[in-house]
């Protein structure tokens, strides 16, 4: 059972996404750092650095954001001549010069110190598809659409459908859409297209486009077939989402229902399981427990028995502990939006189809969420590593802020021992 629970407490929108009960995912706008991965800005080349092979641009956030060679997309309009494209070496040099103004992309949101991370290569998301201004030759397919002879009927349908000047990436939602739905979803996405172009000739730098808002994100990303209800503390909300869901067939648009009696993060214990997922130790229903840590290069989880003894025999019972980490792992995963490199120290097993049913659960619930994800293992010292692509800020970032006592440390001096030495 999925519900969604939308509140507009303070002004401000927040969602919450609970399956069978449990929370897995927060969306929200009111944090401390705005999200900004997807948005589209109109911005200027302050820095070309070679020996970086990047360059870094002024898109008005106060930091400049960091693009890299890589990410910028060859200049077609200077070389037609495809065989005359192919031969250039793709250097900043190349490609970039300061004081040139370009249009680009957020794909990593600025931490800490670090500015934003753009690119070049833009991509308009819609319900349906995913529409890709400048590469007119792209077609392709949601790799969890596993059903090849439903792929190549959707390549058919996306090269009949799309735009001359673009390329076109179907979505897994789209396996059950009608191809009027999938059609209409396209020219929505030229609409906004021509849009940012008209805004961008309008302006000197800033924003161009935000798809991030937490209703616009539900709609895109989130409610599916699978929602059984949402429910809304504002009238007026609730309309505006019916009609919206409206427009695209949802049937989800019959399923959404008002409460105004009660604060709805707090009715269904929001507010408290957020409060949990920013403590480092998880319990699990067994007795085991899960220990979180953040770090700056990477998040390291432990995996510990606790109070969990099992029945008889020590193998069974280690495998018993793994595979119920290995659910709870990835919805924490979810939940504190973790991403980078996540390493996690199951309890060591002896047999090699152990680790492969634990893997094997693992892959199954981060599969579930569209943020892509990998995982490898286990290494020569028992260590399973999941890659994760970062999109918006974790959960800490946005619900709490360094403790002024200890520095953001998790520690305060011990005042006797410094006496003493």
């Known amino acids: 059972m999925k519900q969604i629970i939308i509140t507009s407490e303070n002004n401000q929108i927040r969602a919450a996404v609970l399956e069978q009960g449990k929370l897995m995912e927060v969306l929200d706008d009111s944090g401390r750092e705005s999200r900004l991965a997807g948005s589209i800005f109109k911005g200027k080349v302050m820095n070309v650095v070679p020996g970086m092979q990047a360059a870094f641009v002024d898109i008005g956030l106060g930091k400049n954001a960091f693009l890299y060679a890589g990410d910028v997309s060859l200049p077609e309009d200077r070389f037609?001549?495809?065989?005359?494209?192919?031969?250039?070496?793709?250097?900043?040099?190349?490609?970039?010069?300061?004081?040139?103004?370009?249009?680009?992309?957020?794909?990593?949101?600025?931490?800490?110190?670090?500015?934003?991370?753009?690119?070049?290569?833009?991509?308009?998301?819609?319900?349906?598809?995913?529409?890709?201004?400048?590469?007119?030759?792209?077609?392709?397919?949601?790799?969890?659409?596993?059903?090849?002879?439903?792929?190549?009927?959707?390549?058919?349908?996306?090269?009949?459908?799309?735009?001359?000047?673009?390329?076109?990436?179907?979505?897994?939602?789209?396996?059950?859409?009608?191809?009027?739905?999938?059609?209409?979803?396209?020219?929505?996405?030229?609409?906004?297209?021509?849009?940012?172009?008209?805004?961008?000739?309008?302006?000197?730098?800033?924003?161009?486009?935000?798809?991030?808002?937490?209703?616009?994100?539900?709609?895109?990303?989130?409610?599916?077939?699978?929602?059984?209800?949402?429910?809304?503390?504002?009238?007026?909300?609730?309309?505006?989402?019916?009609?919206?869901?409206?427009?695209?067939?949802?049937?989800?648009?019959?399923?959404?229902?008002?409460?105004?009696?009660?604060?709805?993060?707090?009715?269904?214990?929001?507010?408290?399981?957020?409060?949990?997922?920013?403590?480092?130790?998880?319990?699990?229903?067994?007795?085991?427990?899960?220990?979180?840590?953040?770090?700056?290069?990477?998040?390291?989880?432990?995996?510990?028995?606790g109070k969990f003894t099992g029945k008889r025999i020590l193998q069974h019972t280690i495998l018993t502990i793994n595979l119920e980490a290995a659910l709870e792992i990835g919805r924490q995963i979810r939940l504190r939006n973790l991403s980078g490199i996540i390493i996690i120290d199951f309890i060591d097993m002896e047999k090699e189809e152990d680790w492969q049913a634990v893997i094997d659960c693992l892959n199954k619930v981060l599969a579930k969420e569209k943020t892509k994800s990998r995982v490898l293992g286990p290494t020569k010292l028992g260590l399973v590593e999941v890659t994760r692509k970062k999109e918006g800020q974790t959960l800490a970032a946005r619900y709490t802020i360094p403790c002024q006592e200890c520095s953001g440390k998790g520690w305060v001096w011990n005042s006797k021992a410094l006496e003493n030495n």
């Open 80 to 305: 037609p001549d495809k065989n005359v494209l192919s031969k250039i070496v793709p250097t900043i040099e190349n490609l970039l010069n300061e004081g040139q103004e370009i249009v680009v992309q957020v794909t990593r949101d600025p931490v800490g110190n670090k500015g934003a991370r753009v690119t070049t290569n833009l991509a308009l998301p819609g319900r349906y598809t995913v529409l890709l201004p400048g590469k007119k030759d792209y077609l392709g397919v949601s790799r969890k659409i596993v059903d090849e002879e439903k792929r190549q009927y959707l390549l058919k349908l996306a090269q009949k459908l799309k735009p001359e000047d673009a390329g076109i990436v179907i979505r897994t939602l789209a396996v059950e859409a009608e191809e009027k739905e999938i059609s209409n979803d396209i020219q929505k996405l030229c609409m906004l297209q021509k849009q940012i172009e008209e805004k961008r000739a309008g302006m000197q730098r800033g924003l161009l486009y935000s798809g991030n808002d937490v209703v616009s994100r539900l709609l895109r990303d989130i409610i599916d077939d699978s929602v059984e209800e949402i429910i809304v503390d504002s009238g007026d909300l609730a309309q505006s989402l019916r009609e919206s869901l409206l427009k695209v067939d949802s049937a989800a648009a019959g399923k959404v229902w008002t409460n105004f009696k009660a604060s709805l993060f707090d009715y269904y214990q929001v507010n408290q399981e957020i409060k949990s997922a920013l403590q480092p130790k998880v319990a699990l229903a067994s007795g085991a427990y899960l220990v979180i840590e953040p770090t700056e290069a990477l998040t390291v989880i432990d995996v510990n028995s």
